[in-house]
């Protein structure tokens, strides 16, 4: 017990180093547990951004192309399939729901997703997250048009204004729908999920827009054709005919990946179905990249917070020998002396891996409603799990390693200095 | 003669050299009596703190017998050696005695914590006591709360003697510790150190320059005289 007494009486009378060399430790930990827990936080953030739907199904193609385009809004659809299939599989024994999808056309860059209104009692993000009102109402007729948070915010669009919608997922003016208007029924409260930026009409608003001149929208469709090298997701014509997707939910959790399967294998029509939380983590880690380099840089940070400590101890080390050699006359052997050493850069370490990771926390406990407003992100908090236990397990015994070099020389001088007492 | 076991220090053809450099020192004999207050001198470099590592056994004798309290510290492990020194020994240097983390207090308590077999020797086994009856003795009361960077060098050294003289060691080794302090305070502080060397009948090893103080000791040691390596 003497040895711990020691030591921390030792660095109690060199408190300002000791505090420094503990917050340049602190500083490098926290960084390594911040981008961790950010990068955890993130990385659920992400997985939850669609919940409770089992199945993702559209034309047959990629499964990631799938959950980008009905997902997240990104890229083009596959393709289309027809209002028949859909209608058959939302009449299998084991589904319990589903919800057609119409995607193709956009909004000012945002892209509009034609729905039916149980879109909204359905969807779920994260935990139990689900699609609320900030105004207005949700959708009923062909000419209501709903809109996520981040549309209304950046183009400024208030309740009751009539708009044109673009033929199109890119550009504007080139090709608006102008026969067909919509009008601004309800406004969204942010989701921080791709529901923000995107607009929301019925099937049959989708429908309406495109009964217009037959040469305009064949001439459209050809176009369109040439960009995507496969028919677009919504040759409506005067009758809903097809649709681009479908999100499902099973009776039974269980029975998703048969149906899937069976989905995929279907013949009738080629169909690709995807589970929403396979094809999310599948996503996430072929983009996963991305943080390797965020956790290199902070671990090269920690490095150097363990070599500040080392450099701290070291330099300690001749103003010491003084010390050294009255504790040896005192009979203290040259080990005692060492784990003194030892001992001081443990507690160090300790210390410093402790206010690290509290004040990690307490940055992304306050920091998180900055980076939900400024670049909606939703950032998951946590209680630490084994990867951040292990850095401070690590943390700490790399703190122990770092005190043995000094530790080392003290026990070599303990022993070669007798009792000259150095100045 | 005395037979070696009443004698507190016995040196029998003892050799030492640092391991980085050469011979430094090369003793025949030397021995300290039981209770017996020995001045060592001789000229700066001599080799006098060496000789007191030796008997110390902070450092190993290159070849020879080193014997100190009956026991030859060639014999015992290095571990062995430190809790010797720890509990029979009490050491004071020329200088900067004291832990500076430590207040005065804990400074003097430290050899007692440090070996338990040393505060056993204390009555009742309380650091607290002993500490306060050497601090009475050596008029240091007023200065146990203080912070040790806040003494005199003559408080420092009064301080150091408490601390190697608790718990009663047998062998009381004092390098030098008079040389930064005056002459009357020198006289008082070796005056206290021999009444407390005598109460314990501890044996004293006192180094010093000084050979005006030769004539208070029972031997006056020359080391040149006795050191057959000459510098
Ligand atoms: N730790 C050491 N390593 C190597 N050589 C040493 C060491 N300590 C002392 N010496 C050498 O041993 C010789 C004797 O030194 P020592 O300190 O014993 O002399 P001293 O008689 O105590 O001198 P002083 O009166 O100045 O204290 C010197 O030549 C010194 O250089
Ligand atoms: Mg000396």
Redesign the pocket.
Known sequence: MLTPTLALRSLANRRLATSLTVASIALSVALLVGVEAVRRGVREGFAGTIRNTDLIVGARGGSQQLLLSSVFGIGSPAGSMTWKTYERWSKHAAIAWTIPISLGDSYRGFRLIGTTPEFFERYRFRDDGRITLASGRLLAGESDLVIGSMVAERLGLRLDTAIAVTHGLRGEGIADHDHHLFTVVGILAPTLTPVDRSVFVTLEGITAMHEDPEEEHEEDRANRKDAAGAPQAHSHDAEQESITAFLAGTQNRFESLGLQREMNTDVTEPLTAILPAVALTELWNSIAYAEDGAQIISGAVLLVGLLGMLVALYSTLEERRREMAILRSLGAGPRRIASLLVFESGVLSAAGAVAGMAAAYAVIIAGRGVAEQRFGVWIQVAAPGTLEWAYLIGVVVAGLLVGLLPAWRAYRNAL???L?V?L | MTPTAERAVVFSDVRFR????SE?LSVDRFEIGTGERVFLH????????????LVAGVLPATAGRVEVLGRALGDLRPSERDAHRGVHIGYLF?LFNLIPWLSVEENIGLPCRLHAARRARLPGGSIERAVAQLAERLAIVPLLGQRVNELSVGQQQRVAAARALIGAPRLVIA??PTSAIDTDLRDRFIELLFSQCAEAGSSLLF?S?DLSLSARFDRSVS?PAINRVT?
């Open positions: 070669a200095d007798g000259t150095r | 640092y391991r980085t450099g430094v001789g000229p700066s470099g001599s080799g006098k703190t060496t000789l007191l590592g020329q390098d030098e180094v320059h080391l510098a």
